[in-house]
């Protein structure tokens, strides 16, 4: 089993930045890959970023490029993920993902098996 734990969500204002943390622990030697998901209420969930964990190779949604960063720091067993530029539609529940492979496709939720809990990110207008 993986366990994860995310931190670093909050309240910003629009145009602000917030980084997301998510630590691993467990059979952490089994993860190919960590990811960034965010869902709203009554919505399904979107893919935001991904990270493969040996070469570091990322992927974002369109909505995220060029705002949003995900970094991976392999010794802490630690996936960030730098949010800039924040939107009011950015607002809403995020969450961190870990794959054991990507046989679904790197932005699909079911090619992950683990689920952090969940953090909160709210952005005003």
């Known amino acids: 089993q993986v366990q994860l734990l995310e931190s670093g969500g909050g309240l910003v204002q629009a145009g602000g930045s917030l980084r997301l943390s998510c630590a691993a622990s467990?059979?952490?030697?089994?993860?190919?890959?960590r990811g960034w998901f965010r869902q709203a209420p009554g919505k399904e969930r979107e893919f935001v970023a991904a990270?493969?964990?040996?070469?570091?190779?990322?992927y974002y949604a369109d909505s995220v490029t060029g705002r949003f960063t995900i970094s991976r720091d392999n010794a802490k067993n630690t996936v960030y993920l730098e949010m800039n530029s924040l939107k009011p539609e950015d607002t809403t529940i995020y969450y961190c993902?870990?794959?054991?492979?990507?046989?679904?496709?790197?932005?699909?939720?079911?090619?992950?098996?683990?689920w952090g809990q969940g953090t909160q990110v709210t952005v005003s207008s």
């Open positions: 993902a870990a794959a054991a492979s990507w046989r679904a496709g790197v932005s699909a939720p079911n090619s992950y098996g683990y």
């Open positions: 467990g059979r952490t030697f089994s993860i190919y890959a």
């Open positions: 990270i493969s964990w040996s070469a570091g190779s990322t």
